[in-house]
Nanobody, 115 residues
């Protein structure tokens, strides 16, 4: 019954923008930290951004100043706006809901940035 359904992503040229939304159901959304991770081929999944249940946002250094994450508790949705995209941002992006010891994941969507 727990679901995290991602929408968005796609393919853009270097310098372009893309966005994601992640719609949640089946748990108390407002209690959970909501994060974004990405995984490129042959590499470990890495942290991108999160907005906590307390509203505090945190970004990986690699995306700081370019990406923005936000949450809408009324609509149980978390967003990721990605600007000034670089080829190094190419990866599959996943949303995550976390409230220890629980962790739930979205299905993942490809972002491809062409150089």
């Amino acid at each position: 019954q727990v679901q995290l359904v991602e929408s968005g992503g796609g393919t853009v040229r270097s310098g372009g923008s893309l966005s994601f939304s992640c719609a949640a159901s089946g748990f108390i959304f407002s209690m959970y930290h909501m994060g974004w991770f990405r995984q490129a081929p042959g590499k470990e999944r890495e942290f991108v951004a999160q907005v906590g249940s307390d509203g505090v946002v945190f970004y990986a250094n690699s995306v700081k100043g370019r990406f923005i994450t936000s949450r809408d508790n009324a609509n149980k949705t978390v967003y990721l706006q990605m600007n000034s995209l670089k080829p190094e941002d190419t990866a599959v992006y996943y949303c995550e809901a976390r409230y220890a010891p629980n962790s739930y994941w979205g299905q993942g969507i490809q972002v491809t940035v062409l150089s």
